[in-house]
């Protein structure tokens, strides 16, 4: 963990791992507040970053994902883990986790606007990668425990890397991730869903993101040209 010089107002971090270690740079002038709300936005910003960054240990260290097109698993995976084990780790509200799965919601639908998950990408939103596959992650959780069942997202995870472990050369794609979870026990239907939104032309992109969480049992509703969602998340 280094400091990161001149960066000015507000925080700025910056994260990698490289050769098995997390590499963490912080900076900007909330990291010296002395308010107490700042410095706890701080702490909980700079183990977000260090989370996210240890789970890629795990989703890109143990196995590769060399599509770099496809890097809205691994990314939105990494975001999704880093905000339950945050929540856990600080005891916070459920309120959290519904923040940051709403933020995600809607940059999603805004990049989708550029016409498709690709073009938002080639346009150099890569910010897309997070914020829609984090969405994706939320609705393959919901829809694994629909049953009653206890498919964590890290349990998620966990077949995912079981079935790249077995393949030739420890590699995951998107169609290894989705047979991974339709094998769990996944509807067909959100596969459908998960390949439309990421790989077709999106006309609708507020419409196809309603429709897809709720095939997951979790309700979206449009309130004031935001996304929200109905109950907690």
């Keep these: 963990l280094t400091r990161r010089p001149n960066v000015g107002q507000g925080i700025s971090f910056r994260g990698g791992v490289v050769d098995g270690q997390v590499v963490m740079q912080i900076g900007g002038d909330a990291v010296d507040s002395d308010d107490a709300g700042v410095r706890s936005q701080v702490r909980t910003m700079a183990a977000g970053g260090i989370v996210h960054e240890m789970a890629h240990l795990w989703n890109v260290g143990l196995v590769l994902s060399p599509n770099p097109e496809e890097a809205w698993i691994h990314e939105g995976g990494a975001d999704a883990i880093s905000w339950r084990v945050l929540t856990e780790i600080f005891d916070l509200s459920s309120g959290y986790m519904n923040r940051q799965h709403a933020d995600a919601l809607n940059h999603c639908a805004s990049a989708l606007a550029s016409g498709s998950f690709y073009t938002a990408i080639e346009g150099g939103n890569y910010r897309a990668h997070y914020s829609c596959g984090a969405t994706i992650m939320l609705a393959i959780e919901r829809d694994l425990q629909t049953e009653g069942g206890d498919?964590?997202?890290?349990?998620?995870?966990?077949?995912?890397i079981q079935h790249a472990l077995a393949t030739d050369d420890h590699s995951y794609s998107q169609s290894v991730f989705l047979d991974a979870f339709h094998q769990q026990g996944g509807q067909s239907a959100i596969?459908?869903?998960?390949?439309?939104?990421?790989?077709?032309?999106?006309?609708?992109?507020?419409?196809?993101?309603?429709?897809?969480?709720?095939?997951?049992?979790?309700?979206?509703?449009?309130?004031?040209d935001e996304l929200v969602f109905v109950g907690e998340q």
């Design 151 to 160: 498919n964590t997202l890290l349990k998620i995870w966990s077949n995912v």
């Design 191 to 224: 596969l459908d869903w998960v390949n439309a939104l990421i790989s077709e032309p999106v006309e609708d992109p507020r419409e196809i993101l309603i429709e897809g969480l709720a095939l997951a049992g979790i309700a979206v509703e449009i309130d004031e």
